[in-house]
């Protein structure tokens, strides 16, 4: 059986798409766990480095309600990576992971800018960001034809 370059592409995609949300899901749950153990050694590493970059020290204090916040979000990224590998055929779940992480974006740049110039900050709307983009590009990709 011969398939077409269009059914090829498609199904290459759509692995690459659910190889994608398998491995987000990981790295998400993983640094969700981080934030919520051991949140003060994460705002450390970055301080030990911003002297050397040019930022400013944040200060070291991951406790409290906003880590609950930080780890109630890291979870539902996990779990929205996680439907998007089990349930690619839904564009829904990519859409939903690619607003909560363009929002932490943009707002991590506003903070920064308006702010305090903190190189974590920096960092965040920078990984976000790309994270939101390469999602929107793989997400267009892989549904293309179910709009």
Not at 44 to 67: C, H, M
Not at 86 to 114: M, R
Request: proline share 3%; no cysteine; aromatic share 16%.
């Amino acid at each position: 059986m011969v398939i077409s370059k269009k059914e090829y592409d498609t199904g290459l995609w759509l692995r690459i798409y659910k190889l994608t949300g398998l491995f987000l899901s990981v790295i998400f749950g993983a640094a969700g766990l981080v934030f919520l153990v051991i949140p003060n050694k994460v705002l450390i590493f970055f301080n030990d480095i911003s002297p050397f970059l040019g930022f400013r020290e944040s200060p070291v204090e991951g406790v409290g309600f906003y880590l609950i916040l930080a780890a109630a979000y890291m979870y539902l990224a996990t779990l929205l990576a996680f439907m998007m590998y089990k349930h690619p055929e839904n564009p829904s779940f990519s859409f939903l992971l690619i607003s909560g992480k363009s929002a932490s974006s943009i707002i991590s740049f506003i903070v920064f800018i308006i702010h305090y110039q903190f190189l974590i900050y920096l960092i965040n709307g920078i990984v976000d960001g790309l994270i939101a983009v390469g999602l929107i590009f793989l997400s267009r990709r892989t549904h293309r034809g179910s709009r």
